[in-house]
């Protein structure tokens, strides 16, 4: 799938915000449709679906996180990816939780969006399943011998450190709420602190600086990221 192809449908209220979207989006070969409330995005999603939706979450009939609960308990699949406020976590963290595929907040860098629409799209076309060996930097991860290398040293982590570390490998550049680390990783029921502790000793093991990660980043308020592959 070449960008050329590839249509975005942007749903949001403000026509500042759409028309940077268009212009912007557009330098990069992709397909824009427009949506200002939700009514004309189903519409659109039903006549002319889309590639990938950009959703914004303040909208003025149904509440964002509404329609994309609406639409992934239709089934549908298509990658979203959410544009919120910075003041929005709980909104953020509820859409991530929803089946939202990522987010960017207001004000955000055109440079930024492409990346978030571009490891949404890549996820989705990902279906042969998980790459035996990844790497990212000097970090590799054998997901079939369970080996963890920082160039040719080998790392020894505990169970749990390797359970976060796979699962972040599993959705690389893409950002992981807190709920859903711990529900991999613990089943749910326990503090969130539990969590920030193991990666914290993660990072100790994996990263050069661990108080300036290079591989596991931190969403504020959400959760985390794995750097992408390079």
Avoid at 38 to 65: H, Q, S, Y
Avoid at 115 to 135: M, N
Avoid at 156 to 178: C, D, F, M, N, W
Wanted: aromatic fraction near 6%; include cysteine.
């Amino acid at each position: 799938m070449t960008t050329s192809t590839v249509k975005i449908l942007v749903v949001d209220d403000e026509p500042p915000i759409r028309k940077l979207l268009r212009v912007g989006l557009s330098t990069q070969d992709y397909t824009i449709l427009e949506a200002s409330n939700a009514k004309t995005a189903i519409e659109i999603v039903e006549t002319c679906p889309p590639d990938l939706i950009l959703l914004d979450l303040g909208l003025p009939d149904i509440p964002g996180n509404e329609l994309l609960r609406k639409w992934r308990d239709e089934g549908m699949t298509l990658p979203v990816v959410i544009l919120s406020s910075r003041t929005d976590e709980a909104g953020i963290v509820k859409a991530l939780e929803t089946g939202a595929d990522d987010y960017v907040t207001k004000p955000f860098g055109m440079n930024e969006l492409v990346a978030r629409i571009r490891v949404a799209l890549r996820h989705r076309l990902q279906q042969q399943g998980e790459k035996p060996v990844f790497h990212t930097g000097d970090l590799s991860v054998d997901l079939v011998k369970r080996i963890v290398r920082l160039g040719d040293k080998e790392v020894k982590l505990s169970p749990k450190e390797y359970g976060i570390l796979r699962i972040l490998v599993q959705h690389a550049g893409k950002v992981l709420t807190h709920r859903f680390i711990l529900d991999q990783i613990w089943g749910g029921a326990t503090d969130v602190q539990y969590l920030r502790v193991y990666v914290r000793q993660l990072r100790q093991k994996i990263e050069q600086t661990p108080d300036q990660p290079r591989y596991i980043l931190t969403e504020t308020g959400v959760g985390y990221r794995l750097s992408e592959p390079e």
